[in-house]
């Protein structure tokens, strides 16, 4: 019953919001029947507009920060708040964080049907989105909820020294989010404005309604700052699980830095000789041929099915997945490691290929590809083959490391299927040669492979590994 009276407020206090949000109201009314607000809408927009649009690198870096108020943004943090708070067993948090995303994906779109604003008419339009949804600003609002919520999660179970910085840090997000709404030319101030009334008053109505719904159970927090009022074993306290304690330079540090100039050191030679020795014998025809052979086999369809697998090892792909084991990692061991191990694996692997391709500087094929933008003395070696290898490959480590599973090959089994999968689809699309991607292949999976050596903690060596990660992941919280 406690999480029906829950949602019962929520969806009553969605429609007050609707009818009586204040500073929303008046932005409509002024945008509606003000002139000077209109004209001063369109001055803005046009000046910012006329300022940006110029410059390809300011419209990529503003791209870059309004995707983090966009519905995939948003779609991935909340699903992952969601999954940290029900593996540590807070099953109320993670209602109210699902409430409010659900109440988030409902509350834009309705509003923007009803005001049905056009957007802002630019000499240089540089986002394409839809002419009649300008009226709130979706990015606007998106980022005061989901940062907002997830600020009112976490705030109890940070050391206090570090709460303004992470208050601050949030509302930075919020702020600049909506200012680049404004510097795209994509909305006008009122809609910035409205988004993020609208965003911080549904905030209010589910943070309001959870803390009611936290005192009908009759549980209070013992937390001075806790704006959602969470009972003492409600808050998601960072915790110290098994082998909790990181690496430290000497035990891992030191190694994978000569690991990494081993591997440099090792690929750079090997592209070398591919591209300079071999350059015209029989392993470059062979290349060659692979990818004329593709070629003529493309279709519509097959196009489409290689693509997506293409995505999954493109750059939203990497960070969502990277992003997910740093959150479940975490979960699920109490521990840092895998958080580490991830981010370790990753940026290694970006910074090996990078300076890899850039001294072997390889040309990609001389052929009609389904890629656009590439470096193109970038082939050697395959950047997304590398990728699929490392993060599928830290995967099915941490899932070996922590869960022990009986069939471990299995596990074992996805890097290698997804790296060849991907490998496949850069050598359809003409991004690469063969030699490209197994050279990419082989190099991310020794880096992997060293990261979990020197990173993880070691299950043979730790018999209870597993037992004590699941013990401390539902364990008494301590303070922190």
């Known amino acids: 019953m406690g999480i029906v009276r829950f949602e019962g407020r929520a969806v009553l206090g969605w429609g007050a919001l609707l009818l009586g949000a204040g500073p929303f109201l008046l932005l409509w009314l002024l945008v509606e029947a003000w002139p000077p607000m209109a004209r001063l809408d369109e001055r803005v927009a046009d000046g910012l507009n006329a300022a940006v649009s110029g410059s390809g690198v300011v ?8 995707d983090l108020g966009g519905t995939g943004t948003a779609v991935l943090l909340m699903t992952l708040a969601t999954v940290f708070l029900l593996i540590r067993r807070r099953r109320r948090l993670a209602t109210f964080v699902v409430t409010t995303g659900l109440g988030l994906a409902a509350l834009g779109p309705a509003t923007k049907a009803i005001v049905d ?14 002419s009649n949804a300008s009226f709130p600003s979706g990015h606007s609002m998106t980022a005061v909820v989901v940062y907002g919520a997830l600020l009112l999660v976490a705030l109890p ?27 795209l030319g994509v909305h006008f101030v009122s809609d910035v404005l409205a988004g993020w009334a609208l965003g911080v008053g549904w905030l209010a109505i589910t943070g309001g309604a959870f803390r009611a719904w936290q005192h009908d159970l009759d549980q209070e927090s013992d937390e001075p700052l806790d704006p959602l009022d969470g009972a ?19 035990s891992a540090g030191r190694p994978l830095l000569v690991a990494a100039g081993t591997l440099f050191a090792g690929f750079t030679g090997l592209g070398l000789l591919v591209t300079a020795v071999l350059g015209q014998g029989w392993l470059a025809s062979a290349d060659r041929g692979v990818v004329r052979w593709l070629l003529e086999r493309r279709t519509s369809e097959l196009t489409t099915v290689l693509d997506t697998v293409g995505m999954v090892s493109g750059t939203p792909g990497f960070i969502a997945a990277t992003l997910t084991m740093v959150v479940v990692g975490r979960a699920f061991t109490a521990t840092w490691r895998p958080a580490l191990f991830a981010v370790v694996a990753v940026i290694g692997e970006l910074a090996l290929y990078l300076a890899t391709s850039q001294v072997v500087s390889r040309a990609r094929p001389a052929i009609a590809d389904l890629t ?18 490392v993060l ?8 070996v490391v922590y869960t022990r599973p009986r069939r471990r090959w299995l596990i074992l089994s996805l890097p290698l299927l997804t790296a060849l999968a991907v ?58």
């Open 232 to 250: 003492p074993g409600e808050v998601a306290r960072p915790t110290t699980g098994a082998g909790s304690a990181l690496p430290g330079w000497q």
């Open 423 to 480: 490998s496949v689809s850069r050598l359809y699309v003409a991004a690469h040669y063969p030699t490209d991607v197994l050279a990419g292949m082989l190099l991310g999976s020794l880096w992997v492979l060293a990261c979990a050596r020197y990173l993880l903690p070691d299950p043979d060596a730790e018999p209870s590994l597993a037992g004590e990660v699941r013990a401390a992941a539902v364990g008494d919280e301590l303070d922190p």
């Open 372 to 389: 656009a933008g590439l470096p193109t003395a970038a082939s050697f070696p395959s950047g997304h083959a590398a990728g699929a290898a």
């Open 392 to 399: 599928y490959g830290a995967v099915a480590a941490l899932v």
């Open 117 to 130: 604003r056009a957007r802002p008419m630019v000499d240089v339009p540089i986002v394409q989105t839809p």
């Open 157 to 183: 179970s940070v050391r206090r020294r570090v709460r303004p910085w992470l208050i601050a840090g949030a509302v930075l997000v919020m702020v600049a989010v909506g200012l680049t709404r404004l510097a």
């Open 59 to 66: 419209v990529s870096a503003l791209s870059a920060v309004t």
